[in-house]
C-alpha cells in the first residue's frame, strides 16, 4: 500500500464531530444505541438542527491558525443522519431539517481555498436503515453490539437484505462522496459489526481506488487501510507504518454542553509532540453547536497550539519520527535529510539536558523561537570500543511556556548506538 506523501509530512488535522446530536447535547448515535435517549426523541433533534451560523471559512481559517493542513468531517455517523442530500436515502439533513442544503460541499470548498487537505468520516455502520441490521458476523468481535439497531436476532437473519444495504446504501454513499466532493482522506468508522468477507473491505478498497486513485484509507477497513488510527491515548511503543492519533480537546466528541474539562494548551502540546515523535500525525477533535459555533474555550486552545507550532516550526514540518525511548527525556523528531536532531523538553531544564546513546558529533545547539546558542560537553564513553558518551547541553535562559526545543546540529547522519557498554 502506498500511502500519499502530504498525509505522512502533516502531523496535524482536526476533526469535526457535528451532526443532529449537538441540539440536545446528548452522544452521537451511541444514546440511543444504549437506551439512554428513545430513538424518536433522538431523530426528533432533526428539527432543532440549523446550522444557522455555518461558516466554513471561518472554521478552515481556525485550523490554518492551529497549524493543521487537513480537517475530518463527520458526513455520516452511525445514526445514519447525512449532512449531504444523499440519494441512497430520506434521511438527511437538507431533506429532514430546517438546514435544507447541503453541508459537505461547503466544508470541502473552504478547505481547499485555505490550502487545506479534505477529509471525509464516514461510519459503515447505518443503526437507522432497515437493511442494515440483517446479518450476524461468524464472531461478535464487541459482544455488546449484539443489539436490534445493529444486527438480527439469531436466525432471523436475511442476506438479501444485507447485500441490498450494502451495494445500494454503504456502497452507493461512498460513491456520491468521492464523486461530489473529490476527498483526500476516507475516515472510515464501524467496521466492527461484521466480518471483512460481508463488507468485502478489499473489493471496496479496490473500487475507491480506481475511480480516485489519490484517496487515501484510514485503517477501520479491517487489514485494508493505509494507516493506523490509534485513539484517545498516545501509543507507548512506536506503531510500524503511518499513524494517526484521534484525541479529544475535552472528554466527548460531540457537542455536549456539560463536557467543560478541556485540556490546556499545555497538555495539548505534549500530546502533539509525544504523537509526531512517535512519527503520528495528531487528529483533533472539536464538535460544533448545532449553529455551526465552535467553543471559544477549544478555538482558543486550538489557536494556542498553532503559536507553539509556529515558533518549533523546524521541529514540525517536515520532519520524522525521533530517538526510541531511553535517549532522551521527552520527546524527538529528526530532520528529513536525518543531520538535525530536536529534543522537546516539557519541564523547564534544570542544570543541564542530557543526551545518551549517539555517536555523533555534535556542532551546534540552539533553541527554537528564541535562537540562544548552547554550550554542550560529552561525559564518559569509550571512544575504542565505539561507545559515546554523555551529551550534557546547557539550559537555555528562557524557556517556552509549554515546551522548549532544542535543534542539535550533527556532523552526519544520525547514528545511533544501542549495545550494552560492557567491555
Known amino acids: 500500500m502506498t500511502m500519499q506523501p502530504w498525509f505522512s509530512e502533516a502531523k496535524l488535522g482536526v476533526f469535526v464531530h457535528w451532526g443532529i446530536y449537538a441540539v440536545d447535547g446528548v452522544g452521537e448515535s451511541w444514546s440511543f444505541f444504549g437506551g439512554d435517549v428513545p430513538y424518536e426523541t433522538y431523530m426528533a433533534q432533526l428539527n432543532g438542527f440549523t446550522a444557522s451560523r455555518y461558516r466554513p471559512d471561518d472554521w478552515a481559517k481556525l485550523f490554518r491558525k492551529a497549524g493543521a493542513k487537513y480537517a475530518v468531517l463527520t458526513t455520516k455517523h452511525h445514526d445514519g443522519v447525512a449532512l449531504w442530500d444523499t440519494a441512497c436515502t430520506d434521511l438527511s439533513v437538507p431533506r429532514r431539517s430546517p438546514v435544507a442544503r447541503d453541508l459537505v460541499g461547503p466544508f470541502a470548498d473552504a478547505l481547499r481555498r485555505h490550502d487545506l487537505r479534505v477529509g471525509l468520516y464516514f461510519s459503515h455502520n447505518d443503526w437507522s436503515h432497515p437493511d442494515y441490521p440483517s446479518v450476524r458476523p461468524s464472531k461478535l468481535h464487541r459482544p455488546w453490539v449484539d443489539n436490534r439497531y445493529a444486527m438480527p436476532a439469531p436466525g432471523d437473519e436475511d442476506p438479501e437484505r444485507w447485500e441490498r444495504y450494502l451495494d445500494v446504501v454503504h456502497r452507493g454513499q461512498i460513491r456520491e462522496l468521492i464523486e461530489g466532493y473529490r476527498p483526500d482522506l476516507l475516515w472510515f468508522d464501524g467496521a466492527w459489526e461484521r466480518d471483512e468477507r460481508q463488507w468485502r473491505m478489499k473489493e471496496l478498497r479496490e473500487e475507491i481506488l480506481a475511480s480516485s486513485p489519490g484517496t487515501v484509507l484510514n485503517g477501520r477497513m479491517l487489514g485494508h487501510g493505509d494507516f493506523a488510527t490509534a485513539e484517545l491515548g498516545v501509543p507507548i511503543t512506536r506503531p510500524e507504518g503511518p499513524w494517526e492519533l484521534c484525541y479529544t480537546i475535552n472528554d466527548l466528541w460531540g457537542y455536549q454542553p456539560q463536557d467543560t474539562r478541556h485540556k490546556s494548551v499545555r497538555e495539548l502540546v505534549r500530546v502533539f509532540a509525544e504523537t509526531i515523535g512517535h512519527g ?19 478555538a482558543q486552545r486550538l489557536e494556542g497550539l498553532g503559536r507553539w507550532i509556529s515558533r518549533n516550526e523546524e521541529a514540525v514540518y517536515p520532519t520524522e519520527a525521533g530517538l526510541p525511548y531511553g535517549h532522551h527525556y521527552g520527546p524527538s523528531m529528526l530532520s528529513r535529510d536525518r543531520r538535525t536532531l530536536f529534543l522537546v523538553c ?6 543541564f539536558v542530557e543526551l545518551r546513546g549517539v555517536h555523533n558529533t555534535v556542532k551546534r545547539i540552539s533553541v527554537l523561537g528564541t535562537g540562544q546558542e548552547l554550550g554542550h560537553r560529552v561525559v564518559g564513553g569509550f571512544p ?13 535562559t528562557v524557556s517556552d ?9 550533527l556532523d552526519g547522519e544520525l547514528d545511533l548506538y544501542t549495545g550494552s557498554g560492557e567491555g
Not at 516539557?346 to 542544570?351: E, L
Not at 575504542?384 to 537555555?396: A, D, K, M
Open 280 to 298: 503520528g500525525n495528531l487528529l483533533l477533535n472539536t464538535g460544533p453547536r448545532e449553529d455551526g459555533t465552535i467553543r471559544p474555550e477549544h
Open 401 to 409: 511556556p509549554y515546551a522548549t526545543v532544542l535543534a542539535l546540529e
Open 346 to 351: 516539557f519541564d523547564t531544564p534544570r542544570v
Open 384 to 396: 575504542s570500543r565505539r561507545v559515546p558518551g554523555v551529551v550534557r547541553i546547557e539550559v537555555p
